[in-house]
């Protein structure tokens, strides 16, 4: 490993233990500079056989399933969900106004996929995109249900590995108790819900259905 854009992948396979984790994503730095080392083709590629319907698998949160045509709606599809809606600018300046960090910019920051820790795996990093000397970063924990006291203390513990370079965490959850608020206020975590607008729960939908109807609100202690 040579280049400085490939540390963080470096780091996240150290941490994983090898090539035994599956799946890895690598840094939209790295993804950049591999863009920038030759020419990008202009030809339109054709995947797969002419006149085959692609498959596209759809699910659900509360209705019958039947994988793989329908599955059932899981955390690590929230997780993805959540980090796509956060690396839109927009969306993204307005959770740093929600953490009191109004004077940032949404431009100057990347959100990046599961970060490995030696404690845990960190459903959502915030970084700096092009760091300067330090790095400001914002860990970002997904629950597929409500929130519980164990997992305020998951995200403590998160926060206190990254150190100095940590600005605040976010708990995002179905919902969450008067006990887990008052210790994510004392904490510097914020706290944030997510819901589906329009949705059925017993209907399905491809995930890309999901992404338009996904909607994140601050949650005030």
């Known amino acids: 490993m040579v280049r400085a854009e490939f540390a963080y992948v470096a780091e996240n396979l150290l941490l994983r233990g090898g090539y035994?984790?599956?799946?890895?994503?690598?840094?939209?730095?790295?993804?950049?500079?591999?863009?920038?080392?030759?020419?990008?083709?202009?030809?339109?590629?054709?995947?797969?056989?002419?006149?085959?319907?692609?498959?596209?698998?759809?699910?659900?949160?509360?209705?019958?399933?039947?994988?793989p045509e329908t599955s059932p709606?899981?955390?690590?599809?929230?997780?993805?969900?959540?980090?796509?809606?956060?690396?839109?600018p927009k969306n993204l300046q307005n959770v740093l106004e929600w953490c009191n960090l109004g004077n940032l910019c949404a431009q100057d920051f990347e959100v990046l996929g599961e970060k490995a820790l030696t404690t845990g795996h960190v459903d959502i990093l915030i970084k700096n995109r092009t760091p300067m000397g330090g790095s400001q970063k914002f860990v970002v924990e997904v629950k597929l249900n409500q929130a519980r006291k164990k997992d305020v203390e998951q995200l403590m513990g998160y926060m206190h590995?990254?150190?100095?370079?940590?600005?605040?965490?976010?708990?995002?959850?179905?919902?969450?108790?008067?006990?887990?608020?008052?210790?994510?206020?004392?904490?510097?975590?914020?706290?944030?819900?997510?819901?589906?607008?329009?949705?059925?729960?017993?209907k399905s939908y491809t995930f890309w259905e999901f992404r338009s109807k996904l909607r994140l609100t601050r949650v005030s202690s």
């Open 73 to 88: 709606f899981q955390e690590c599809f929230l997780q993805t969900l959540i980090r796509q809606w956060l690396s839109v």
């Open 20 to 67: 035994r984790k599956t799946h890895f994503q690598a840094d939209q730095t790295t993804l950049q500079a591999v863009s920038q080392m030759g020419v990008p083709c202009s030809e339109e590629t054709q995947i797969g056989t002419p006149g085959e319907e692609t498959f596209i698998p759809r699910f659900t949160l509360k209705g019958p399933h039947c994988f």
């Open 161 to 202: 590995e990254i150190g100095k370079e940590c600005q605040g965490g976010i708990l995002v959850a179905r919902g969450f108790p008067s006990s887990a608020l008052q210790k994510m206020q004392e904490n510097r975590i914020h706290a944030s819900t997510y819901f589906f607008e329009d949705l059925d729960p017993e």
